[in-house]
C-alpha cells in the first residue's frame, strides 16, 4: 500500500494550465478507472474534483479536468484562478476494499 | 444539505485509546459506504477504514489493523472509530468521509487526535 507519486509542487500564472501528475502501479492507478482528485485549502477539508477519472461532481467549474494514462493519472486546471491555489491530491482504488493517496502537490498561482 | 460532524478528538498518551463519532445528515447513511482518512500535521492524506452499508465488511489499512475498529450504527446514522494502543504516528486530524462513486464525496471538518506523553 504505497503512496502515489505527485510533484510536490506546480505553478502557473492566471489564466495559464497546470497539469500535475499522479504515478502509481498496475495495482492500483493502471488496473482500475477508479482515480479521483481532492482540492485542499489550508486549515479546511479536502473536497472532491474529480472521480472515475474524468468525471466532475456538479458544482466543480469545467476549467478542472481529468485524464490517465497507463500507471498515471493527471488532473489540469485550465484558466488558472487565483482561488485554485491549493494542495491537490490523488487518490485511487487499490483492490480489496482499499484506498491510496498521493502525497499531495501544491498549486501556486504566480 | 450532506453534513458530516466528527467528535471526540483531543490529547491522549500513548497506548491510550480514544473513540471517534461522526453525526451524518442530508442523504440516507445506510446506503453508502463510509470512510475514515487522516492527515498528520504538514503531511497528506491517508485513507485509513472503511466500512460497507450494512457493516458487514470493514477494512484497514494496514498500519491500524489489530488496533483501530470502524463500525457504525445506522439507526442513528452515525460512523464511528474505535483506536486503541494508540502510537505518537496516529497524530493527526481524523475526517469521517462519505463514499460514493468510487471516491469520497463529502467530508467533516475533520477532528484532531494528538498522541502524547
Known amino acids: 500500500q504505497s503512496a502515489l507519486t505527485q510533484p510536490p509542487s506546480a505553478s502557473g500564472s492566471p489564466g495559464q494550465s497546470v497539469t500535475i501528475s499522479c504515478t502509481g502501479t498496475?495495482?492500483?492507478?493502471?488496473?482500475?478507472?477508479?482515480v479521483s482528485w481532492y482540492q485542499q485549502h489550508p486549515g479546511k477539508a479536502p473536497k472532491l474534483m474529480i472521480y472515475e477519472v474524468t468525471e466532475r461532481p456538479s458544482g466543480v467549474p469545467d476549467r478542472f479536468s481529468g485524464s490517465k494514462s497507463g500507471n498515471t493519472a493527471s488532473l489540469t486546471v485550465s484558466g488558472l484562478q487565483a482561488e485554485d491555489e491549493a494542495d491537490y491530491y490523488c487518490?485511487?482504488?487499490?483492490?480489496?476494499?482499499?484506498?491510496?493517496f498521493g502525497g499531495g502537490t501544491k498549486l501556486t498561482v504566480l | 444539505e450532506v453534513q458530516l460532524v466528527e467528535s471526540g478528538g483531543g490529547l491522549v498518551q500513548p497506548g491510550g485509546s480514544l473513540r471517534l463519532s461522526c453525526a451524518a445528515s442530508?442523504?440516507?447513511?445506510?446506503?453508502?459506504?463510509m470512510s475514515w482518512v487522516r492527515q498528520a500535521p504538514g503531511k497528506g492524506l491517508e485513507w485509513v477504514a472503511g466500512?460497507?452499508?450494512?457493516?458487514?465488511?470493514?477494512y484497514y489499512v494496514d498500519s491500524v489493523k489489530g488496533r483501530f475498529t470502524i463500525s457504525r450504527d445506522n439507526a442513528k446514522s452515525s460512523l464511528y472509530l474505535q483506536m486503541n494502543s494508540l502510537r505518537a504516528e496516529d497524530t493527526a486530524v481524523y475526517y469521517c468521509a462519505k463514499d460514493g462513486s468510487w471516491s469520497s464525496d463529502h467530508w467533516g471538518q475533520g477532528t484532531l487526535i494528538t498522541v502524547s506523553s
Open positions: 487518490s485511487s482504488f487499490a483492490g480489496s476494499k482499499h484506498w491510496v
Open positions: 466500512i460497507k452499508p450494512d457493516g458487514s465488511e470493514k
Open positions: 498496475s495495482s492500483d492507478v493502471g488496473g482500475y478507472n477508479h
Open positions: 442530508g442523504f440516507t447513511f445506510s446506503s453508502n459506504w
